[in-house]
């Protein structure tokens, strides 16, 4: 059986806003199901989305270290220090 959960109950699930949610649902295709003025969530549905979200954004994050192999290295970067005689 399928354990739909309420909006707030999936608030505090992800731990995101109301707003945010709600763009999510709005925007990025966030599965929901109306159930007349309501939105239910299934729980199964939202954590494959999730994941499916995470594997998206690593393989952009890869691409863009491919391209810009410096981006992201701050550890190499080090203040210049200039000294005035």
């Known amino acids: 059986m399928k354990t739909l959960l309420t909006t707030s109950e999936l608030i505090d699930y992800l731990g995101v806003s109301r707003p945010t949610l709600y763009a999510w649902v709005k925007d990025r295709g966030?599965?929901?199901i109306r159930i007349g003025r309501l939105n239910?969530?299934?729980?199964?549905?939202?954590d494959?989305?999730?994941?499916?979200?995470?594997?998206?954004?690593?393989?952009?994050a890869a691409a863009l270290q491919e391209a810009h192999p410096r981006?992201?290295?701050h550890?190499?970067?080090?203040?210049?220090?200039f000294v005035l005689d």
């Open 75 to 81: 550890d190499r970067h080090r203040p210049v220090t």
């Open 40 to 46: 239910r969530y299934d729980q199964q549905e939202v």
């Open 30 to 32: 966030f599965p929901h």
């Open 48 to 60: 494959e989305w999730m994941a499916q979200q995470t594997l998206k954004a690593n393989a952009e």
């Open 71 to 73: 981006l992201g290295r």
